[in-house]
C-alpha cells in the first residue's frame, strides 16, 4: 500500500479532526488548524488509498524547523506510517536549508517519545509543568532535536 502526501486544506479538517480527538488526550482545535493554514505552516495530510489517516504540521524558523502536530489514526498505528512521515518532513526541513528539527513531547507520550528516538532525535531540554493534564495540574514537556 502505497502512502501519498499531500498539502492541507480547510476541506480536510472534518477528517483531521476526527483523527486528532481520538489520538490526542488535549486535541487541537478546528481554530488551531485553521490559524495553522492561515499563517502558512507547512501542513499536511497523508492518504491511504484515498482516505486520510494521518498529518503533520511544521512551523519553520531561520534555522530549525518545529514540529508542532503529528497524527496518525489509532486503526494505522504502529505500521510505519508516522515514521515515514516525519522521514517525509526531515527531508523537506533539510531541502529547505533547516539545520535541524527541533518538537516538544509530553514526558508521559511514551509512543511519541520512541517513534523520535528511533528516527536519531535526542533530548535536548525540559520544560517543567509544560502541558495541562485532566483533573491533575501539569506535565513536563520533553524537549528533543535532530540536526544533520
Ligand atoms: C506518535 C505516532 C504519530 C506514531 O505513529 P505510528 O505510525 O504508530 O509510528 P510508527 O509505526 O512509524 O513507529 C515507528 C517506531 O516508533 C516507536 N513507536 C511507535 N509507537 C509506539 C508505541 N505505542 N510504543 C512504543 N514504541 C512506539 C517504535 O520504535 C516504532 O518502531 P517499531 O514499530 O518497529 O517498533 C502515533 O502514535 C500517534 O498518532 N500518536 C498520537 C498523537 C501524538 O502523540 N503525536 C505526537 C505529539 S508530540
Known sequence: MNLTLRDMNNA???SVLLIEQQVHAHPW???NFND???SRYVCKVSELEGSIIGYVVLMQGVDDAELLNIGIAAAHQRQGWGGKLLQVML???RQLGRQRMVLEVRISNVAAIA?????????IGLRRDYYPVE???REDAILMG???
Request: charged fraction near 25%; avoid cysteine; hydrophobic fraction near 45%.
Open 36 to 38: 495553522a493554514l492561515a
Open 91 to 93: 527531508a523537506f526541513a
Open 12 to 14: 480536510d479538517l472534518d
Open 146 to 148: 535532530k540536526k544533520w
Open 115 to 123: 517513534l523520535y528516538r528511533s528516527m536519531g532525535f535526542v533530548k
Open 135 to 137: 483533573n491533575s495540574g
Open 29 to 31: 482545535t478546528r481554530g
